[in-house]
């Protein structure tokens, strides 16, 4: 699929049908977080693969929509702030590097014919509790992960020009 074609085609999938993600297309959609460009290249984040099946009523714990446990699989993004590059006044850019790594997932999903759905709302002491993350990981991003069972809405964006700024010189 064609890169604009690509951008077009992701939307945030909210019904998903149960048929398993085959090893093949998981593993592509976690290469490619893993080779999504980060500061300094340090990679600070981990990916956890959730099944679903038999865990819905922890999951739910977590983000409590039915649809989020409808895919077969949940992938969270852990950030590790320790590992990430910090700019000379102190910005950390773990979760820009957390965010790009997401994308990168997201979109190499979509190009697979799997749905996501960004989810960054969600009960952090849950995820950390039932996920056990480690006390220097927080849960970051969370994304159902299978085939979608709806249709995308048009999208809805902000003309370009209300999101230009120019340099001023």
């Known amino acids: 699929m064609e890169f604009s074609q690509l951008i077009l085609a992701r939307y945030s999938v909210r019904a998903y049908r149960p048929d398993p993600v085959p090893d093949a ?3 592509q ?3 490619a977080a893993r080779l999504a460009p980060t500061a300094a290249n340090r990679q600070p984040f981990r990916l956890m693969v959730i099944p679903t099946a038999g865990h819905e009523q922890e999951l739910q714990r977590i983000y ?3 649809w989020f446990t409808q895919a077969p699989l ?18 950390s850019y773990c979760d820009v590097d957390g965010a790009i790594a997401f994308d ?12 996501t759905c960004w989810i960054a709302h969600f009960d952090v002491r849950a995820a950390r509790e039932l996920l056990q993350v ?4 927080e849960p970051l991003l969370f994304t159902p992960l299978g085939y979608p069972a709806d249709t995308p ?3 809805q964006r902000r003309p370009l020009a209300e999101l230009l700024q120019r340099a001023p010189w």
């Open 64 to 66: 409590p929509r039915r």
């Open 29 to 31: 959609v976690l290469e």
């Open 104 to 115: 990168y997932l997201t979109l190499a999903a979509a190009s697979l014919g799997l749905g």
């Open 134 to 137: 480690p006390a220097e990981m």
């Open 74 to 91: 949940v992938i969270c993004l852990c950030a590790v702030p320790g590992e990430a590059w910090v700019r000379e006044d102190g910005r």
């Open 25 to 27: 297309a998981l593993q």
């Open 153 to 155: 809405k048009a999208k």
